[in-house]
């Protein structure tokens, strides 16, 4: 069992900044993927950005140059720092961790982006 809890999540406005974490423990040995997913009101999850244990990363398009994936694997944290948010960013972020064939979501954290 893995367990994942994220923070960082709250109301900011558009073009500002949020830092998201997210802590992994339980069964936690040999994790190599980690990364974020996030659905918004009345829409279906979506990949946000992901980051192998050796640092690749790779994420979706629509936040491309804006956010920002890293991962401190003697915390078993990975972050995501979010720059230049628009009212589109605004959903629940889901960190993930796939291990062992099962995929291990976190409860999530809303991010509102508004005025």
């Known amino acids: 069992q893995v367990q994942l809890v994220e923070s960082g999540g709250g109301l900011v406005q558009p073009g500002g900044s949020l830092r998201l974490s997210c802590a992994a423990s339980?069964?936690?040995?040999?994790?190599?993927?980690m990364g974020w997913y996030r659905q918004a009101p009345g829409k279906e999850r979506e990949f946000v950005a992901v980051?192998?244990?050796?640092?690749?990363?790779d994420c979706a398009d629509s936040v491309k140059g804006r956010f920002t994936i890293s991962r401190d694997n003697a915390k078993n944290t990975v972050y995501l720092q979010m720059n230049s948010l628009k009212l589109e960013d605004t959903a629940v972020y889901y960190c993930?961790?796939?291990?062992?064939?099962?995929?291990?979501w976190g409860k999530g954290t809303l991010v509102t982006v508004s005025s």
């Open positions: 993930y961790v796939p291990l062992h064939g099962i995929t291990y």
């Open positions: 339980g069964s936690i040995f040999n994790i190599d993927d």
């Open positions: 980051i192998t244990r050796g640092g690749s990363t």
